[in-house]
């Protein structure tokens, strides 16, 4: 859709004159006025500043999976000959990502203006990352664009498989749990109460687990609405706190401590961390450059904030294990590992084998979780409800104690 665009020219007897005009961008807004026979003298986008705001703020975040399509079909098209332009006029029409779609445009758009690829790229931070960005720039600068694209598509593959295995070893649980609370809480609110006339009936002193019983289910019956009201207040103050710097990494380091899934957090951050500085090194971006993009795409603070303590040490002229080793959220093995990368002058080579090690280990983590949590969540639900049940039996025992 074409832009509005304001300006003030000088026609040929020298006089002021001021207009709009529609056009899809100002170099052929200045073209047409200066066919027109007048001396450009200012061009403005209207409302430029709040197209801006209102086009970034609606923009969704272009998912892994469309985005790493795209680069391998991209990198095909440049391997094949094709001019850069005609590949994203391409790719703008035959992607699924509608979202995608824009930004592919306005990357042409850009790209047609006489910007450079990842200079395009890099307006559109949703879509393409800082990752993306400086692999673009280095395959630009080294003339191999269609190598560090298809090394984008493997990357993102393996992303999006990773991100696939932990959302396959979490959502089993989590919804388990979900349906158990709506359970527990359908008994208390529900079951629980129609108890309560019987055991007033019976007189005397109610066992303590009846007594607990009864008064979570007055309070659930009661003031249902200020209880639910208090665990969505308190979801939400915990997703505030996690995005503050301390939060986050109080919560990653928590994460990382769990009994069952703390390892399986460990190898994913190790796996993520091996990954994209292997892609960055492989791509011939700069070491203190690859390493400032880790830190921000690792998802995981505490390796975070090693990484910046190593980024600051290899300023200083240390070698890149020696300040790894300082950090116990590297093992040993990667520490070594890369001390022979860099001694062999191999470390991107590492760096890949360190990565497809740690895939495997989430892997073989996620099918063991998943076979050790099926059983575990059994017994919890049975625990749970089984409580429940005996603490409402418990005073019947007494009844027939007393009546024999």
């Known amino acids: ?107 042409r758009l850009d790209v047609e203006r006489g910007d450079s690829l990842s200079g395009a790229m890099s307006k559109h931070p949703k879509a393409f990352n800082n990752l993306y960005v400086a692999m673009v720039k280095a395959g630009e600068a080294g003339g191999v664009l269609d190598a560090v694209l298809l090394r984008l598509a493997d990357t993102l593959e393996r992303e999006v498989e990773l991100r696939r295995r932990i959302k396959s070893a979490m959502t089993y649980p989590v919804v388990v749990m979900v349906i158990v609370g709506l359970i527990l809480t359908a008994m208390l609110v529900f079951v629980v109460p129609s108890f309560k006339d019987l055991f007033a009936s019976l007189g005397g002193t109610l066992p303590l687990p009846t007594r607990i019983l009864l008064a979570i289910s007055t309070v659930f019956q009661k003031y249902f609405v200020f209880v639910f009201l208090f665990f969505v207040a308190l979801i939400f103050g915990f997703r505030q706190w996690i995005k503050t710097k301390r939060g986050r990494y109080l919560f990653d380091k928590l994460k990382l401590k769990i009994p069952v899934f703390g390892p399986l957090f460990h190898k994913t951050a190790m796996s993520r961390f091996a990954r994209t500085l292997g892609a960055l090194s492989r791509s ?9 993009i880790v830190e921000e795409t690792v998802n995981n603070a505490v390796v975070a904030e090693a990484v910046k303590d190593v980024q600051a040490a290899v300023k200083e002229g240390e070698s890149l294990a020696q300040p790894l080793g300082r950090h116990g959220v590297f093992p040993p093995m990667v520490v070594q590992m890369l001390a022979v990368g860099e001694e062999t002058g191999a470390l991107d080579t590492m760096l890949e084998k360190i990565s497809i090690f740690y895939d495997e280990e989430v892997a073989a983590t996620v099918d063991a979780l998943t076979a050790l949590i099926e059983p575990l969540l059994i017994v919890m639900v049975g625990g749970a409800v089984g409580l429940i049940v005996i603490s409402l039996y418990l005073p019947m025992f007494r009844i027939f104690d007393l009546i024999g």
Do not use: C, W
Request: proline share 3%.
């Open 1 to 107: 859709m074409p832009d509005t665009f304001t300006y003030r020219v000088r026609n040929r007897d020298g006089a002021l004159v001021t207009g709009d005009i529609q056009a899809d961008s100002r170099e052929l807004v200045l073209n047409r006025l200066r066919e027109q026979g007048f001396i450009p003298l200012e061009i403005k986008q209207k409302n430029a500043g709040l197209k801006r705001e209102i086009t970034f703020l609606s923009r969704k975040k272009v998912k892994l999976k469309h985005l790493s399509i795209f680069s391998r079909q991209f990198a095909t098209m440049i391997n094949s000959g094709l001019p850069l332009l005609r590949a994203l006029a391409i790719l703008e029409a035959q992607t699924e990502s509608k979202e995608l779609s824009k930004v592919v445009v306005a990357v």
């Open 284 to 292: 011939g971006v700069p070491l203190l450059q690859s390493l400032d």
